[in-house]
């Protein structure tokens, strides 16, 4: 469902899309003047999401970083690209200055359906590449067993793929001192494991 736009306004501005954001139901993101509706969930994702988010205030909270689900803005270009990504986690002091949004995750997770993959690797990932303090980017199929990590070489632009596709592996990600079992992140999630392929559908 998309946010109803005025005939006479074909783009917002920065301040019509805060302004829209503090009054509405719904959450949007923001790109170069368009607005566009985040959808509704499915049961999977949530726990998909709340498996990640639970790890991740595990050993990031007692340490004074700031984990989000689901619900806080990521500034990709300033007063020109807003998101609300899944999970997302930050330990830098300035993003505890500030309410509005937040600019300097170290890692950030999606969680999708496969048909929204290609565009959150391709397009939003073109983007995240370029926020400084990023050092990962983690996409996870809600529809079969499958984690893309985007990784960060030293503090380059290079970036390294990994695919994880069984429930026994484990990621490593050596930059935040942090390990993810990929069993916890599906945790409570019933795969058919005859036909994966068709799983929630």
Not at 115 to 127: E, I, P, R, W
């Amino acid at each position: 469902m998309s946010y109803p736009i005025p005939k006479k306004i074909t783009k917002y501005t920065f301040a019509q899309y805060m302004q829209m954001e503090e009054t509405s139901t719904e959450r949007h993101d923001f790109y170069y003047g368009e607005v566009f509706a985040m959808a509704g969930a499915r049961v999977p994702h949530h726990q998909i999401c709340q498996n990640i988010n639970a790890s991740l205030l595990q050993a990031f909270k007692p340490k004074g970083c700031f984990v989000s689900l689901e619900g806080v803005r990521l500034e990709l270009v300033s007063e020109n690209f807003y998101v609300y990504p899944d999970v997302f986690l930050t330990c830098d002091d300035k993003d505890k200055k500030n309410d509005l949004y937040k600019k300097h995750p170290s890692i950030i997770f999606e969680v999708l359906p496969e048909f929204t993959m290609a565009y959150d690797a391709q397009v939003k990932l073109t983007y995240h590449k370029k926020i400084e303090s990023l050092n990962y980017y983690v996409l996870v199929s809600q529809e079969e067993i499958k984690v893309q990590v985007y990784s960060r070489i030293d503090n380059s632009q290079i970036w390294q793929y990994q695919t994880y596709e069984t429930m026994e592996e484990i990621i490593d990600f050596d930059r935040l001192g942090f390990a993810l079992p990929v069993e916890t992140i599906y945790d409570g999630i019933g795969f058919d494991e005859e036909n994966l392929e068709t799983a929630f559908l």
